[in-house]
């Protein structure tokens, strides 16, 4: 699949890089595993001098030696004096290269150095300081453990505090950009953007792997999926274990609660018999894997409040991988794909929800844009975009079967927002998969 997108990522990029012909600059890329990171940073040193470093977990001198052997290939005559074995040793002897060269020095997960050896934050930051007025390098940190990322640059205690110029967070593929993928595929049919929606959440690795795969209906992607050999299979675990360490059990389950339609703490400890309130705070502050929601018009101090998953395919990956992981373990993928049949529409059908909530951000028309409930869950309207500026308001009913929506229902259970915006204009909108060309 050819790159598409990033293009305010690599306008923000390409102007560090000029700053930094005059003095150096640190720019942070943080974002999850899969969500193009690397590729964007390869893609926005193309036709420019550059050296990139992988940080794995082996000793340093042996990732000295690699890296080492990247610096000669594009400053043979290097100033290298001595044995270089600490990463310390590499950093000063860029930071010389760049008193002279104007260049890019890429360093991917960055956050393992701290399994390598922690002072190595302390070192660059020292050095740094030092050299960054009298030197012309541009710096790109980028990481996938989302809470070492954070803490690395955004905690005060930390060496790296304060010092990057940008912290760019890399998000999803946005539905515009998945719909101009399936085109260059010859592929139009709304069904299929929206099953890509549900399932990959515009994550452009599992993108990449669905059209690979000409996996464009329900059934060639849960055949890609959910099979012996499925990369998938394995993903959400492979993805949060280092992040959540030896407690990830509790994580998972509160996870897996919230996939299922367990969205109040109240909900959640009841089921789990014990307080996750220091859980919950710490998967959305610390982790960004969860985010809590209000009813669009409630007040800052509100309690009424839910939580979901952020990432689409996390929320899929424990409501049906991880929930049937006994299925799994048996190796009857047969079963998972039946129950993903089974409850497809109720499932997709909140999905559809958050679609279009979505696709209304995109059009930069509504400043606020979100759902709304009373006490009780009672009287929930699927979505309620405000534009104060305009003082407009669009409600809207949302389902797969449009001839379901009631308007006048729909009317109803409005009373109350109605009432808190008097001088507002009101649009009242049934939704359904077929109106999504409208906002693409």
């Known amino acids: 699949m050819k790159f598409y997108d990033r293009e305010q990522e690599l306008v923000e990029l390409n102007k560090l890089l000029g700053q930094a012909k005059s003095s150096a600059r640190m720019t942070v890329l943080t974002g999850r595993r899969r969500v193009g990171k690397t590729l964007l940073s390869l893609e926005f040193v193309q036709g420019k001098k550059y050296v990139y470093f992988f940080v ?31 990463f310390k040793a590499i950093f000063q002897l860029l930071l010389r290269i760049a008193q002279e060269e104007h260049f890019t020095l890429i360093v991917d997960e960055f956050q393992e150095f701290y399994n390598i050896d922690p002072s190595i934050y302390s070192e660059i930051q020292k050095l740094w300081d030092l050299n960054k007025n009298r030197c012309r390098l541009n710096i790109l940190f980028i990481g996938s453990v989302y809470s070492l990322m954070h803490k690395i640059f955004q905690n005060s205690k930390e060496p790296l505090f304060n010092r990057a110029d940008r912290i760019l967070s890399i998000g999803p593929f946005l539905v515009k950009t998945m719909n101009r993928i399936l085109h260059d595929y010859k592929v139009k049919d709304p069904k299929v953007l929206f099953d890509y929606y549900v399932f990959t959440g515009g994550m452009p690795k599992y993108i990449d792997l669905f059209v690979e795969n000409k996996a464009f209906s329900l059934d060639a992607i ?10 998938f299979i394995n993903e959400g ?6 992040e959540f360490g030896k407690e990830y059990g509790t994580y998972f389950s509160i996870l897996e609660l919230i996939s299922f339609g367990k969205t109040a703490r109240s909900e959640i400890e009841s089921l789990l018999e014990s307080d996750v ?81 979505d696709l209304f951000a995109g059009t930069n028309q509504y400043n606020r844009i979100g759902s709304y409930w009373e006490k009780g869950n009672q009287n929930e309207i699927d979505l309620v975009a405000i534009n104060d500026m305009k003082k407009e308001v669009v409600v809207a009913e949302i389902k797969l ?10 009317k109803e259970k409005a009373k109350r927002i109605v009432a808190d915006y008097p001088k507002y204009k009101f649009q009242w909108l049934s939704l359904s998969l077929q109106d999504a060309k409208d906002f693409l």
């Open 222 to 231: 849960l055949d890609l999926m959910i099979e012996s050999n499925s990369p």
């Open 237 to 242: 675990k492979n993805l949060l274990i280092e």
């Open 401 to 410: 079967n449009k001839e379901k929506i009631d308007l006048d229902g729909l």
């Open 56 to 86: 794995v977990k082996k000793s340093e001198a042996l990732l000295c030696a690699e890296y080492l052997e990247e610096i000669k290939q594009l400053f043979p005559n290097a100033p290298v004096v001595g044995d270089i074995r600490s």
């Open 277 to 357: 309130g220091g859980y919950l705070d710490r998967l959305e502050k610390d982790y960004a894997i969860i985010s809590k929601y209000k009813p669009v018009n409630a007040k800052p101090n509100s309690r009424s409040q839910k939580y979901r998953i952020v990432d689409n395919f996390l929320n899929f990956w424990f409501r049906f991988i991880y929930r049937n992981r006994s299925a799994i373990e048996t190796g009857n993928f047969a079963y998972i794909k039946d129950v993903v049949r089974r409850d497809y529409p109720a499932y997709s059908g909140k999905i559809l929800e958050r679609f279009y909530h």
